[in-house]
């Protein structure tokens, strides 16, 4: 599966975001079954050629996506793929009123828009894969007067944290409320869980901010990353990447990369173009009711 995802990713966009720990972590959330929510096909001589899946987001709705080795396209794949999934998540979601699917796809790829609207999903949201370089050791700077950036103390913190999060996103589009223990199985019980990479802001041991992250394959991926609104525009999100650079840094990855959605409310693109983030690729999601 790792080759489909190389090969998919350097045709489309030159680069390759994804690898085994993306799959290793993706796979591992509660609530996605392998054998009933995957599909792989194999090519005359055993060899992966396509991949697909359908995972859990919350009671209403799954989200989707797949690819298909660029060497086996135009074959019909893509779209018996699709027929598998949208069959499973109409089987998941059956008698959920107001259910949907989420179909995510590259956004250079024409041949999947063509084919996902021709199915009746409709264009949602776009989103961006931000990515900085990272040429040897980086100086953090200092955090705002008064703001403290430390890590985490997993039995402390992590709920502190999760409270955090919920306050920075809950008016961002498709953001549904994570309960606390559903929440610890998506960002904490998975292969890729490191404390290490976690950074909390307070002000007089108040939190104020949170970052979380991993490490998948030779990159860093900022996941989570919030402040809280009435802490806003003090500097504390630049001083929470900054450090989050750093201390990738340190472990010697040479890249960080993040996804924000493109028409992020809070300015969130500009936030992470000023320390020095750029655009590297796009996708977007398609939305189809399943009943």
């Known amino acids: 599966m790792d080759t489909v995802l190389l090969a998919d990713d350097l045709v489309d966009t030159g680069q390759s975001d994804y690898d085994e720990d993306f799959v290793r972590d993706q796979w591992s959330i509660p609530g996605f079954d392998p054998a009933e929510d995957a599909w792989l096909v194999l ?55 107001g259910a949907t699917l989420h179909h995510a796809i590259d956004d250079v790829d024409e041949a999947a ?32 007067p008064g703001i403290v950036i430390r890590g985490i103390d997993p039995e402390r ?50 939190p104020v901010g949170a970052l979380n992250a991993v490490v998948r394959g030779d990159r860093g991926w900022i996941g989570e990353f919030g402040v809280r609104r009435a802490w ?28 924000v959605d493109f028409e992020n409310p809070t300015g969130a693109m500009a936030l992470y173009e000023k320390v020095g983030m750029r655009v590297v690729r796009g996708f977007d999601v398609y939305e189809k009711p399943t009943g």
């Open 232 to 259: 806003r525009g003090r500097g504390i999100g630049s001083a929470l990447l900054r450090r989050s650079f750093a201390t990738f840094a340190e472990r010697g990855l040479p890249r960080v990369m993040l996804n």
């Open 43 to 97: 090519g005359p001589d055993g060899a992966v050629v396509a991949s697909g899946n359908v995972m859990p987001d919350g009671d209403e709705r799954l989200k989707s996506w797949g690819l298909v080795h660029p060497a086996h396209r135009g074959l019909g794949i893509g779209s018996a793929l699709l027929d598998r999934m949208e069959a499973r998540a109409a089987e998941r979601l059956a008698g959920v009123a």
């Open 157 to 206: 913190d992590l709920a502190r944290a999760h409270a955090i999060f919920l306050e920075a996103f809950r008016e961002e589009w498709g953001y549904r409320v994570i309960p606390f223990e559903e929440w610890r199985g998506l960002e904490i019980e998975i292969p890729g869980f490191d404390a290490g990479l976690w950074l909390l802001a307070t002000e007089g041991g108040e």
């Open 113 to 144: 828009r063509a084919m996902v609207l021709a199915r009746g999903s409709a264009f949602v949201r776009s989103f961006r894969h931000m990515q900085i370089d990272l040429d040897g050791p980086r100086d953090p700077g200092e955090p705002p």
